[in-house]
């Protein structure tokens, strides 16, 4: 770690001219603005932690896509295609689109009429209190930690790009999300995610656009991949046959069931850090349409993300390496991709505009921690455990006051994975531990009557603890992925899937199991929460493409022609 | 949220209006004084066109959003 701290000090990967700081620090002064702006209507709690639900499907649509839009996740995936190829854009599409779909169709009509604050709040309701309290005391912890990694890895970046004080990058913007979200509660976290959304496409699709003009465009492009690397990275299907076959060593089946079907339905379905942001949604139209126009979006984001890696591998004349091999020789890593061609084609103005972007990105996911944060503390865990019948302006007070809670044990934990490197493993690992059983037992409980409470949160528990117990088992014995994921050449990625995959499946069988052995809830009690014993409300008569199924449809053929033209 | 208050496309307009002329400015600047290590495909000054386009969908959306005519 100090070797890497004292290389950063000597290099910077751009360098700002007075109008690109300009550009940065107008963006700070608009998102404090904006919190200021709308302090006056955030009163009450429904308006502080659920921005009065009044969103439209377009503010919704946006803000559930950009809260996940993090400038890690744009630097991670464009470093990913560089080291896998295209085969990074599987993340985009398989891994987030069906379930994307699947949410506004089927699962967001019983989140939206249980009108649940969260998803936790929707567990309580289905399954009773222990499993709204195992769920949420993980959830809450899990997602300041994570901020906090989050937090670090980008004032780290800003160190590298820029050359930028850590603690300067940490406290500034770490302040900024703490000062907008506590004025203006879920609404300006919304607000500046849509803002932030659109800086980034207008501070990154440029990279792209230029990158396909001096490479010649895709056919040409193509040919470079495959004479610089291999034509294999160029593939989205064709090399899943075997998980020796491709440069990520994962099977297709790893990557249909494992990311295409648990991983993705569990982040994109149950994750509350998105799914707050449909919830908003000022009617079940837009709370089904909303999760629909981001899987539109979503699917067009590898165009700049996943396309300048690929750019990369053409056009660069330098090699990236990893991160240890680049400390120990001076050079570029991978995760320097994104940057290395934003310098590459990004004159005065523009960098600035593109650094903006990195920094939107970084603020959007961190308001999306912090928001999402504050309301499953103050709704699950404070007003469920600790005080019941508080009146609305103490749980807003509260909400305000864990706004800026959080973001201190997010910087508190940003520090001490400054300190220890390793924590940010363990914790993203963590993180991934939950997601896929959660899936298993929301699922279950909106669409099978039959799954009691006992049964829903022992399945939860067991899904839960067999996936730390899998992790673990390969941490004592690496030899042991050859059981988890299959392969005994399989990467960490690989490995994830497969962890995810049975997980969710233990998770399911405890929860069937058990629910057949113990009393289920009546009919009247399931009203509203469960498919079959609830009653749609009926949706004003509107042209066919206003319907939300329309627009469903279209995103999937799209989705289909993609990936079978980039076979 | 076009019903009360300034609407959020209000203040992207605003966003890419203001960024946009930056941006364009700086393109302009740099046409009649090239830097010394120009970017790769400066000969099609990106920062101009881009900026302006940035510029002329900000100035559609701070018009078409702007607060006066919102009621």
Redesign the interface.
């Given at each position: 770690m100090m070797a890497a701290m004292v290389l950063f000090e000597t290099t910077r990967l751009v360098h700002l001219?007075s109008?690109d700081v300009?550009?940065v620090a107008?963006?700070f002064v608009?998102v404090l603005a904006?919190g200021f702006?709308l302090k006056n209507?955030a009163n009450t709690a429904e308006d502080f932690f659920m921005a009065g639900r009044?969103?439209?499907a377009w503010?919704a649509g946006l803000s559930f896509l950009s809260a996940n839009l993090g400038s890690l996740e744009l630097m991670g995936w464009a470093a990913a295609a560089y080291q896998y190829g295209i085969l990074a854009t599987h993340w985009y599409w398989i891994g987030a689109i069906p379930a994307m779909l699947f949410l506004g169709l089927v699962m967001m009509p019983f989140y939206y009429i249980s009108k649940t604050h969260s998803v936790p709040g929707y567990l309580k309701l289905r399954f009773g209190e222990s499993s709204r309290t195992l769920s949420s005391v993980c959830f809450a912890f899990m997602t300041v930690l994570m901020s906090g990694i989050n937090m670090y890895s980008m004032a780290l970046v800003m160190k590298v790009v820029l050359g930028w004080d850590i603690h300067f990058s940490i406290w500034v913007s770490s302040l900024t999300v703490a000062l907008y979200v506590a004025l203006g509660g879920l609404r300006s976290a919304i607000?500046n995610e849509?803002?932030q959304f659109?800086?980034i496409w207008?501070g990154a699709l440029?990279i792209p656009i230029?990158g396909l003009?001096?490479a010649g465009g895709w056919t040409n492009l193509k040919l470079q991949i495959a004479h610089n690397a291999s034509s294999e990275y160029t593939h989205l299907w064709s090399t899943l046959g075997t998980s020796t076959g491709n440069p990520m060593g994962i099977h297709w089946t790893g990557i249909v069931f494992g990311l295409g079907f648990v991983i993705s339905f569990g982040y994109w379905t149950t994750d509350f850090l998105v799914v707050q942001r449909v919830l908003t949604a000022k009617d079940l139209r837009a709370a089904k349409m909303a999760p629909i126009i981001g899987a539109a979006f979503k699917m067009m984001v590898p165009f700049i993300v996943i396309l300048p890696g690929l750019l990369a591998l053409a056009?660069l004349p330098v090699k990236l390496m990893g991160e240890t091999q680049a400390v120990a020789t001076g050079g570029h890593s991978y995760n320097e991709v994104l940057p290395l061609m934003l310098?590459?084609?990004?004159?005065?103005?523009?960098l600035?505009?593109g650094i903006?972007a990195l920094i939107a990105g970084f603020m959007s996911g961190m308001a999306g921690n912090v928001s999402a944060f504050t309301t499953v503390w103050t709704y699950d865990i404070y007003r469920a455990l600790i005080k019941k019948d508080g009146s609305d302006e103490h749980y807003v007070n509260m909400g305000r006051w864990c706004t800026i809670v959080g973001v201190l044990v997010s910087v508190g934990t940003a520090y001490l994975v400054m300190s220890f490197a390793s924590i940010m493993d363990y914790v993203q690992a963590l993180f991934s531990f939950f997601i896929a059983p959660l899936f298993g037992t929301v699922v279950l409980g909106m669409l099978w009557k039959r799954a009691t409470s006992a049964g829903g949160f022992l399945g939860l528990l067991a899904g839960t603890l067999s996936s730390i117990g899998m992790w673990a088992g390969v941490k004592v014995d690496p030899s042991a992925i050859r059981y988890v994921a299959m392969s005994s050449s399989a990467t960490d990625m690989a490995a994830n899937m497969y962890r995810a995959l049975w997980s969710w499946i233990v998770c399911v069988l405890v929860t069937v199991a058990v629910s057949y052995v113990t009393t289920p809830k009546t009919n009247a009690e399931l009203r509203g929460l469960v498919y079959g014993v609830t009653t749609m409300p009926h949706e004003e008569p509107v042209a066919f493409y206003h319907r939300p199924v329309f627009w469903a449809v279209v995103v999937s053929v799209v989705f289909v022609i993609l990936n079978i033209l980039l076979w | 949220?076009h019903?009360s208050?300034?609407s959020?496309w209000f203040?992207?307009g605003?966003?890419?209006l203001?960024?946009g002329v930056?941006?364009?400015?700086?393109?302009i600047?740099?046409v009649f004084h090239p830097?010394a290590n120009?970017?790769?495909?400066?000969a099609?000054h990106?920062?101009v066109w881009?900026?302006a386009i940035?510029a002329a969908i900000g100035l559609l959306y701070c018009f078409k959003f702007a607060p006066r005519r919102e009621s």
């Open positions: 001219s109008v300009v550009i107008f963006y608009l904006i702006y209507r009044e969103m439209t503010i607000f849509v803002l659109i800086l207008a440029l230029l003009i001096e056009v310098a590459r084609y990004c004159g005065p103005g523009l600035g505009l903006t | 949220m019903g208050g300034i959020i203040f992207i605003l966003s890419l203001v960024n930056l941006i364009t400015g700086a393109g600047w740099e830097p120009p970017v790769v495909l400066f099609l990106a920062n881009w900026g940035l």
